[in-house]
């Protein structure tokens, strides 16, 4: 099990960028999988993007693809995703998650959850 804490999200306009950071609590095994997720007002939590820490092979779902980049930094533990040309419907509660085997797309795949970072884009 790993701690993740999760920072970076704001208010900001449509078109604007933003950087979200996870930082792991321990070195993570090279066969642990870290995702993003977003929950935004009365939805489901959904898949954003993840990565496998150990190839730094990456998946998105296809409403972010090309817009966000999720990438690792070994040295720092931390995940990040990098979220460009921002949107409205961007809008929501970003959750970083991680398990230890395989690469979460779904939110039954993640074991380990941080508490989220609020990320608001205006139109």
């Known amino acids: 099990q790993v701690q993740l804490v999760e920072s970076g999200g704001g208010l900001v306009q449509a078109g604007a960028s933003l950087r979200l950071s996870c930082a792991v609590s321990?070195?993570?095994?090279?066969?642990?999988?870290m995702g993003w997720f977003r929950q935004a007002p009365g939805k489901d939590r959904e898949f954003v993007a993840a990565i496998r820490w150990s190839s730094g092979f990456t998946t998105y779902a296809d409403s972010v693809k090309g817009r966000f980049t999720i990438s690792r930094d070994n040295a720092e533990n931390t995940i990040y995703l990098q979220m460009d040309r921002l949107k409205p419907e961007d809008t929501a509660v970003y959750y970083c998650?991680?398990?230890?085997?395989?690469?979460?797309?779904?939110?039954?795949?993640?074991?380990?959850w941080g508490q989220g970072t609020q990320v608001t884009v205006s139109s």
């Open positions: 998650a991680a398990n230890p085997r395989k690469i979460p797309t779904t939110v039954t795949a993640a074991e380990d």
């Open positions: 321990r070195r993570a095994f090279s066969s642990y999988g």
